[in-house]
């Protein structure tokens, strides 16, 4: 019986993602669940590291010049309490490899619950960026655009928001492990 509960609270949290993202995608893992859709013309994988990576259909993840993906990062294990301390830990990790690389706020844009989550853009490195920031208790979810070159980025901006608009928590769903 305790089984049927779990499933029909499960059905509840999922009824209202499905709702409006009719091809959204959740994933749930430890510490984490949510859902998300890809853009139009987008297809999705499953990489080492992350729970989902997006990119332009007539490519493959590897090959792709542009990618968008969703990664949950633990607080704790990070050292992150907000999105600004990660921002700042990302971008000191990325100057160990590229030590030209600058992080920008680039403003807020909305989940699907309407919260407004700040992104960054990094330039300078290898890759044009852009990150959206999703804090959570435990977690921080990072939605992040990156591609070769400048009019990749540019003309992907449109799917990164598409990706972002659609990100939902699942509270119900996320383990404390």
């Given at each position: 019986?305790r089984?049927?509960?779990?499933?029909?609270?499960?059905?509840?949290?999922?009824?209202?993602f499905?709702a409006?993202?009719?091809e959204?995608?959740?994933?749930?893992?430890?510490?984490?669940?949510?859902?998300?859709?890809?853009?139009?013309?987008?297809?999705?994988?499953?990489?080492?590291?992350?729970?989902?990576?997006?990119?332009?259909s007539?490519?493959s993840?590897?090959?792709?010049?542009?990618?968008?993906?969703?990664?949950?990062?633990?607080?704790?294990?990070?050292g992150?309490?907000?999105?600004?301390?990660?921002?700042?830990?990302?971008l000191?990790?990325?100057?160990?490899?590229w030590?030209?690389?600058r992080?920008?706020k680039?403003?807020?844009?909305?989940?699907?619950s309407?919260?407004?989550?700040?992104t960054?853009?990094?330039t300078g490195?290898k890759y044009?960026?852009?990150?959206?920031?999703?804090?959570?208790?435990?977690?921080?979810?990072?939605?992040?655009?990156?591609?070769?070159t400048?009019?990749e980025?540019?003309?992907?901006?449109?799917?990164?928001?598409?990706?972002?608009?659609s990100?939902?928590w699942?509270?119900?769903?996320?383990?404390?492990?």
């Amino acid at each position: 019986m305790r089984r049927l509960g779990i499933a029909i609270s499960l059905a509840a949290a999922l009824v209202p993602f499905a709702a409006t993202a009719a091809e959204g995608q959740v994933f749930v893992g430890p510490g984490y669940a949510f859902g998300v859709s890809a853009p139009a013309g987008w297809g999705g994988e499953k990489p080492a590291f992350a729970p989902v990576l997006f990119h332009p259909s007539q490519f493959s993840g590897e090959a792709s010049p542009v990618v968008i993906y969703v990664r949950p990062v633990s607080k704790g294990q990070v050292g992150a309490a907000t999105p600004a301390q990660l921002n700042a830990i990302d971008l000191k990790g990325m100057r160990a490899q590229w030590p030209q690389i600058r992080s920008t706020k680039a403003g807020a844009l909305h989940v699907r619950s309407k919260e407004r989550v700040p992104t960054y853009t990094f330039t300078g490195g290898k890759y044009f960026e852009r990150v959206a920031y999703v804090d959570h208790p435990k977690t921080i979810t990072v939605i992040v655009l990156s591609a070769e070159t400048k009019e990749e980025f540019s003309s992907s901006m449109g799917a990164f928001e598409h990706v972002v608009s659609s990100y939902q928590w699942i509270p119900e769903l996320a383990s404390s492990k």
